[in-house]
């Protein structure tokens, strides 16, 4: 009874801290779509030039991927509460600091703003890391696929919030949506300070010794790889597909309806991800990420009809969902714990920072070239992550374990 009631409480803390970075990862992503609906509006509302009404929206992208190495760096010292309720206090200012731009009329200082939103994210996308580091032994895939799924909160509420936010204060559009954006960020400050998660264990390496001995690990390579192909391809698309069916005649409604769809097969199956790896292992679920995958791209290619456009994104986002948590699971099992900070630090700078190329081209390919050609072109670097986890499931089996166990 005494030799199992550690282990019982111990579960029983993990359970909890798992559970606390779901909520969190919901309030993150329900802050990331109210940002995705607003910010080039209010931009385009405040910019004398109209041409830089994006700029604030990108700046976010800028400042996440600036700060994803500081932040798990700060995170692999201080502990995941620390780092997760700094990186909240700054998305608090942030939205604040937006809601006075809108009030004032301050192209600037929304400029500003978004830098601040772009730092909190910087933090808030290692919410799926620390749920690995907070599972037992085996089950980590099921814990940062359930953190993962927290994003479910986005999609259910996210269009609402937006739409009853949006004139909630006259005469000052958007206001109300970047105070929303603040109550979300408050909402995961006490979550933050909620958590109870272990303090690193022992000193972390430094960047370069930790990077050395990752990049050293084919495992890891690959793991970076999976990341990098299921958010770029997927954000690709995704970010070009509004544009692609304003184009085809769509009209909006399609379109939202269409991003919903993509946006619940990005989240829903999470719930479920983490069970399927436990039961036929990782490599063969990252493998079937890659293939739904490749068949969004052969249907979008296929047509330019609104079921075209559903079914293509909606089977993206089951692909992104597969291969996405089983890449970060895979990172997980490739770093020893002196590692965990600049292993992940880089893995999240390389992978968002092409994310946030691939928001900034995809405009600029689908007025260059048609929808079937930019669909085709996402193609390949599919195929040649496929090829890699194939060559890494002959090696290590469909059951890869952590280094050092």
């Known amino acids: 009874m005494t030799a199992t009631a550690p282990a019982d409480a111990a579960q029983g803390g993990s359970r909890r801290s798992i559970a606390l970075l779901s909520l969190s990862q919901g309030f993150y992503t329900v802050m990331t779509m109210l940002l995705v609906t607003v910010s080039g509006l209010a931009g385009y509302m405040l910019a004398e030039d109209k041409t830089l009404a994006t ?15 500081p932040a798990s760096m700060l995170m692999a010292r201080a502990g995941r509460r620390t780092g997760f309720a700094i990186g909240a206090s700054f998305g608090i200012a942030g939205a604040l600091v937006a809601a006075a731009s809108i009030a004032i ?34 089950r980590e ?13 986005a999609a259910l509420v996210g269009p609402t919030l937006a739409r009853a936010s949006r004139d909630a204060i006259a005469p000052y559009p958007f206001l109300g949506t970047y105070l929303v954006i603040a109550g979300a960020a408050t909402l995961m400050l006490v979550a933050a300070l909620s958590l109870d998660m272990r303090r690193p264990a022992g000193p972390p390496k430094s960047l370069a010794g930790g990077l050395g001995a990752a990049f050293r690990r084919p495992r890891y390579i690959i793991a970076v790889m999976a990341g990098i192909t299921s958010y770029t391809v997927m954000n690709l698309l995704m970010t070009a597909t509004p544009l692609a069916m304003a184009a085809c005649g769509l009209d909006f409604a399609n379109t939202a309806q269409v991003i919903q769809w993509h946006v619940l097969g990005m989240f ?11 039961r036929f292992g990782l490599m063969p679920v990252m493998f079937g990420g890659c293939i739904l995958m490749a068949m969004a791209i052969g249907v979008g290619a296929s047509g330019i009809s609104l079921w075209h456009f559903r079914i293509s994104l909606t089977l993206l986002g089951l692909g992104w969902s597969a291969l996405f948590v089983g890449a970060t699971t895979l990172v997980s099992l490739s770093l020893l714990p002196a590692e965990r900070g600049p292993g992940q630090a880089a893995n999240d700078f390389i992978v968002f920072g092409l994310v946030a190329l691939s928001a900034f081209f995809s405009g600029q390919l689908i007025e260059r070239f048609d929808w079937a050609t930019l669909t085709m072109a996402a193609l390949p670097p599919v195929a040649i992550t496929a090829c890699a986890l194939g060559w890494l499931w002959a090696m290590d089996g469909t059951r890869p374990r952590a280094v050092g166990a």
């Open 141 to 153: 895939a099921r814990a940062i696929a359930l953190v993962i799924s927290g994003g479910l909160m």
């Open 268 to 278: 829903a199956p999470a719930l479920i991800v983490g069970r399927l790896i436990e």
């Open 55 to 69: 700029l604030p929206f990108a700046l976010t992208f800028i400042a996440n991927t600036a700060t994803t190495i």
């Open 105 to 138: 009329g301050s192209f600037l200082l929304l400029c500003a703003a978004m830098v601040l939103v772009g730092m909190s994210n910087g933090f808030s996308v290692f919410l799926r890391h620390a749920a690995g580091e907070a599972a037992p032994r085996g």
